[in-house]
């Protein structure tokens, strides 16, 4: 009898052991499969306004496809591109790609790409003392970004509104020397482009892009006096390191980027002042 007694215990424990054997194999497989089906993370650079803004509208857009966007945002032009070469970020959105050309030729080890164009914001002239460019006295003094790009960019802007005439054959790498005629004597306070809004209480008037217009409350639309039309070159583009441009998560970015949720989101929110270009 103490015999069946013992068989009889070692086949329930036997039992025991194989139903929690079974439980944590299956427990392991949920736990596996809920691993292989999370959300992937992707992390980009943005400056504050209006990427990072157009940035947190395609958030719930990108969780649909099972991807969480991750933002860091920036406030100069310099590190944003740095930080996505080193590995520290998978796309950058802040730039256009006379920007980024032009600092790829100043920093040889960067091999970043233009993945897609999203908006463009029209660079627009300010001013908190006059109403007019016409009421520009002689020897005034207008602040542009120092940088490459923009302060080319600004000039070229200078010349349409017809308030200086540059070198023919210049282009957007104009720099203040390549002023050929200046009649109203004007002169160039070149800061870093973050900084320029900052200058408006000291100069005549300052060019200013539009994101860091925004962030100080001018209005491009309204409080502009001479603004880029929608014919702009500078379209505001997804960065990436080279080879990156078809990553999967890359592509669902672009995809909900250029969606008509986002294209809708730019038109109300900015009114113009953002323009989508897709």
Avoid at 125 to 138: A, Q
Avoid at 200 to 214: H, K
């Amino acid at each position: 009898m103490k015999k069946v007694f013992a068989l009889i215990a070692a086949l329930a424990f036997s039992a025991l052991a194989l139903a929690g054997c079974g439980s944590q194999q299956s427990a392991s497989s949920g736990a596996s499969s809920a691993a292989s089906s999370g959300a992937k993370t992707l992390k980009v650079g943005a400056t504050a306004v209006p990427h990072a803004e157009i940035l947190e509208a395609a958030k719930p857009l990108l969780e649909k496809e099972g991807i969480t966007l991750e933002i860091v945002e920036f406030n100069d032009y310099v590190q944003p591109n740095l930080a996505l070469n080193d590995k520290e970020l998978d796309a950058n959105f802040f730039q256009h790609e006379p920007y980024l050309k032009n600092f790829m030729d100043e920093h040889k080890e960067v091999k970043l790409k233009n993945a897609a164009g999203i908006h463009i914001e029209p660079m627009g002239v300010y001013s908190r003392k006059i109403k007019k460019l016409d009421e520009l006295k002689d020897g005034a003094t207008i602040a542009i970004p120092n940088d490459p790009t923009n302060g080319g960019r600004s000039l070229l802007l200078l010349e349409k509104a017809g308030i200086i005439k540059l070198k023919e054959g210049v282009g957007e790498k104009a720099t203040v020397g390549d002023i050929a005629e200046n009649k109203k004597n004007i002169k160039f306070q070149e800061v870093e482009a973050a900084q320029v809004p900052r200058t408006l209480d000291d100069v005549d008037a300052a060019v200013i892009n539009s994101n860091f217009a925004m962030q100080v409350n001018l209005d491009p639309t309204k409080d502009a006096m001479f603004i880029e039309d929608s014919t702009s070159p500078y379209v505001n583009i997804i960065a990436v390191r080279e080879g990156d441009e078809n990553r999967p998560e890359i592509q669902a970015l672009i995809k909900v980027l250029h969606s008509d949720e986002i294209k809708q989101f730019i038109t109300e929110k900015y009114k113009g002042a953002v323009v989508p270009a897709f």
